[in-house]
């Protein structure tokens, strides 16, 4: 277990609340949180990467290539995409959308 | 070699500091605690310690680097007073969750406003919610003696809290007493080295410190928190027992002065409780039989320590030297009788309070309130307990 389960008792923390082991945000959801989910439209992309920049949940992801890096056709992570609408805001081609969470 | 000579109580402050080493020392002076910062200092400068001096702008940032320093892995010491103390508020909290064992010498000063320089205890009362441990010491000795035993009782692998290691201000803090100044390399075993317990430092085993901690996580912390207080009761016990086998001078979590056999009491801790052994000397020769409950730990409280000192006793005086305002009683009465009646003993109780901004208390005083108490406990707890003593009216 990198993280505490959800109904650890008090005599399972760590003392001084410290979190014992590195990089396990990843495994806390704050996908719970979003009232809206960004939409790409693909067609009117010019991969310029402001959103992935700006992202501050590292919630925007490109498909991993240094050569070539792209965020067309990727997926947003939903398990830490808390819907804060900073990726629309920052997009100059206004192509990114947020859509009511639940929307198809 | 040991050796005894005169000091005034922040140099023996100072001279433990010196002889314990610490890692890092981040402070910034205030009356009337400057003069152990002044003359720390001194020992960096000269080269007698290998201390890390960090010369800060605010009270605030010196308890900020303090806790800082210590969760990276540095045995940390400080100074403050009264505004200073105020100053750490915020931090105070932060290092006893953070579990990080800073020693901090509260030299006891009033609170403003108005603004005093001398002594009482509202600074320290102030903090006494805050997580740290807190130990009162009555002279210049126990000033020196406390410090060396806060480093072990703090860094105790069960306990690992802060410890204020509190005395009065201008009245130890400036008084000449002959000191028993321990050997050095005494002083170096008792406390030991340092061991660092998860420190930020170690980069091999990488943890994150003060993380955002919610509806989810923060009550399960701090309940464990809570845990540690018993330990600490321990740990206070078990080094004061060690300390007097080694140097000679046995502690606890308080001192019990011609308590056992006593009819009436008297519970005070600092100064005071110097004071009041005269006047219980008197009394004893006058035939009356007086003792008194000099309180060391005030945190943690040793509630059932202390009803358990106090069964059978007639009357109690319960000396405090911080209003509460707004409070029924003050905070040492309070706490005693809760204690008290928890453990099902209600003995009558009187709650002084007496000293504010350094106002004298002389044995006489204490010597009218001991006469008191034959009919407060014939005539059972008054519906105010609250007293002044010293105060014109
Ligand atoms: S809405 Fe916010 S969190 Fe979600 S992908 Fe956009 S910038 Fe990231
Ligand atoms: S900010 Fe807009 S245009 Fe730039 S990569 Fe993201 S979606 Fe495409």
């Known amino acids: 277990m990198s993280h505490y389960a959800p109904d650890a ?16 945000a990843v495994e806390y959801n704050t996908g719970t949180w979003r009232l809206q989910k960004p939409y790409r439209r693909d067609e009117d992309c010019i991969d310029c990467l402001f959103c992935w920049v700006y ?25 830490h995409c808390k819907g804060c609408g900073i990726c629309a805001q920052v997009c100059p081609k206004k192509c990114i959308d947020m859509l009511p969470e639940g929307a198809e | 070699m040991p050796e005894t000579k005169p000091m005034e109580g922040n140099h023996a402050v100072a001279e433990a500091m010196r002889q314990i080493n610490p890692d890092v020392m981040a402070a910034y002076p205030i009356t009337p605690s400057t003069e152990i910062v002044q003359t720390f200092s001194s020992f960096v400068a000269n080269g007698l310690v290998d201390t890390n001096f960090v010369v800060v702008e605010s009270e605030h940032s010196a308890m900020s680097a303090c806790t800082a ?20 508020w ?6 006893a969750s953070l579990r990080a064992p800073v020693i901090l010498t509260v030299v006891n000063r009033a609170l403003s406003g108005n603004i005093n320089i001398h002594c009482d205890h509202s600074d320290s009362y102030g903090a006494r919610d805050t997580g740290w441990l807190q130990i009162f010491g009555e002279n210049v000795q126990e000033g020196y003696d406390n410090l060396i035993q806060a480093v072990r009782i703090g860094e105790a692998l069960d306990v690992r809290l802060p410890v204020m290691n509190c005395l009065d201000g201008f009245l130890v803090s400036h008084s000449y007493e ?20 998860n420190p930020l430092l170690d980069l091999s085993n990488p943890i ?14 701090k309940r464990s928190q809570l845990d540690a207080y018993g330990p600490a009761k321990e740990a206070i016990i078990e080094v004061g027992k060690e300390f007097g086998k080694t140097f000679g001078r046995e502690y606890g979590l308080f001192e019990e002065f011609m308590l056992e056999d006593a009819e009436y009491a008297v519970i005070a801790l600092g100064s005071a409780a110097g004071t009041a052994k005269d006047a219980v000397e008197a009394l004893r020769a006058d035939g009356m039989k007086a003792g008194l409950l000099k309180l060391r730990a005030y945190r943690p409280f040793p509630a059932v320590e202390i009803a358990a000192a106090l069964k059978g006793k007639k009357a109690v005086a319960i000396f405090d030297r911080a209003a509460s305002y707004g409070a029924d009683s003050f905070p040492l009465f309070s706490e005693v009788t809760s204690g008290l009646y ?35 406990a014939a005539t059972g707890q008054p519906v105010d307990p609250v007293q002044y003593v010293g105060v014109r009216e």
């Open chain 1, 9 to 24: 008792k008090y005599q399972e923390m760590a003392p001084g609340g410290i979190i014992p082991q590195a990089g396990n």
């Open chain 1, 55 to 79: 992202c501050p949940d590292v919630a925007c992801w490109t498909n991993g290539d240094p050569e070539k890096p792209s965020v067309k056709g990727m997926q947003f992570d939903m398990e």
């Open chain 2, 178 to 197: 002959l000191l028993q100044v321990e050997d050095d390399q005494a002083v170096k075993d008792f406390v030991g080295p340092y061991q660092a317990v």
């Open chain 2, 342 to 376: 928890t453990a099902g003993q209600l003995i009558p109780a009187v709650n002084i309070l007496y000293g504010l901004g350094g106002r004298e208390i002389i044995p006489d005083q204490i010597i009218s309130v001991f006469r008191t108490l034959p009919s407060v």
């Open chain 2, 69 to 88: 320093a210590a969760v990276a892995g540095g045995r940390v010491m400080n100074a403050t007073s009264s505004q200073g103390l105020a100053l750490m």
């Open chain 2, 90 to 95: 915020e931090i105070l909290y932060i290092t």
């Open chain 2, 208 to 221: 994150s410190v003060g993380p955002l901690d919610l509806w989810d996580y923060y009550f399960e912390h």
